[in-house]
């Protein structure tokens, strides 16, 4: 698969090569939710998400027979803790939210998470954040809050619990960054899945009830599909500069209403056209203003869960 990329470099160019990964990494996600919205009427969401992050543990297993200690040996613990419990309460709110609300809406409000960043960091550490970071905060919000309704008898609870999931993938978003400088990629992801696995195990067990056998195939489709997305996600950024593909990352709202519209015809409103537009174009200028002032640390980071 890597000749295949490096063949793909060779013809179009790095940065071509990048958004081409980043587009399939947001499509893979945007399939696994849907995936998750067809079983999660007939599995809980424990389950899902338990057997989501124990196949993704699997695909780690060669490299840690191969590497044994190198694999699991860390002085920083509790940031893998802190870390690998947002990245499974991100999941956790967007399958329950993907259970009540259409999937374009859920989708949305997860990638909502860029503009909670500098937020979390302010709470944690207290750090200013950036003025001109507030014009595109300012501006997710609004979007935020045309989709969350809050004026209307349609806006539900489910909605919040989806929006959720972006200040949990935001705090988990923020202790990556940290671990970036002194923890190698597979071992943050091993932690991650292991400590997602714990966590979820006993949920899962407190609302246990049999697996339908036709929703097999989907629960390890869906454990496949994040394990790739997330492989898809690294190699976009060892191509291209993350200012540039960052962005297409809100494609993934794009597919996730195609797959909506196609499987279960949901169609989100005019007002939240609206916000999902507001929500996205806070985004892209957040990266925008983010690479403009990276001489100064922002605290903003693309990783995903």
Not at 172 to 179: A, D, I, Y
């Amino acid at each position: 698969m890597r000749t295949l990329f490096a063949d793909l470099e060779a013809r179009r160019g790095g940065a071509a090569t990048g958004v081409i990964l980043m587009l399939l990494c947001v499509f893979v996600t945007a399939c696994a939710g849907a995936m998750t919205k067809h079983i999660v009427d007939q599995v809980p969401v424990a389950t899902i998400i338990c057997i989501q992050y124990a196949v993704c543990l699997l695909f780690c297993l060669p490299h840690l027979l191969r590497h044994r200690q190198a694999v699991w040996k860390t002085q920083r613990l509790g940031t893998h803790i802190v870390r690998g419990i947002g990245g499974c309460l991100c999941f956790i709110f967007y399958y329950l939210a993907i259970e009540n609300v259409p999937l374009v809406e859920a989708a949305l409000l997860r990638s909502a998470s860029p503009l909670c960043v500098p937020l979390v960091i302010w709470a944690i550490s207290g750090k200013r954040i950036h003025r001109l970071h507030w014009i595109p905060i300012i501006l997710g919000m609004c979007g935020v809050a045309l989709i969350l309704k809050p004026t209307s008898h349609e806006v539900s609870i489910w909605h919040l619990v989806g929006f959720m999931s972006a200040l949990s993938l935001a705090v988990s978003m923020v202790f990556t960054r940290g671990l970036t400088f002194t923890e190698p990629g597979y071992r943050i992801l091993f932690y991650y899945f292991l400590i997602s696995v714990l966590f979820a195990l006993p949920w899962m067990l407190y609302h246990w009830q049999p697996i339908p056998p036709e929703t097999w195939p989907f629960l390890v489709g869906i454990g496949v599909s994040i394990y790739v997305a997330l492989w898809l996600y690294t190699e976009a950024y060892r191509f291209a500069q993350a200012s540039l593909i960052s962005s297409f990352s809100y494609f993934g709202v794009v597919f996730a209403g195609i797959l909506g519209w196609i499987f279960w015809k949901q169609l989100p409103d005019m007002i939240s056209f609206a916000g999902i537009g507001l929500v996205v174009a806070g985004g892209i200028l957040m990266l925008w203003i983010g690479e403009r002032t990276s001489k100064q640390p922002s605290g903003v980071s693309n990783q995903r869960p």
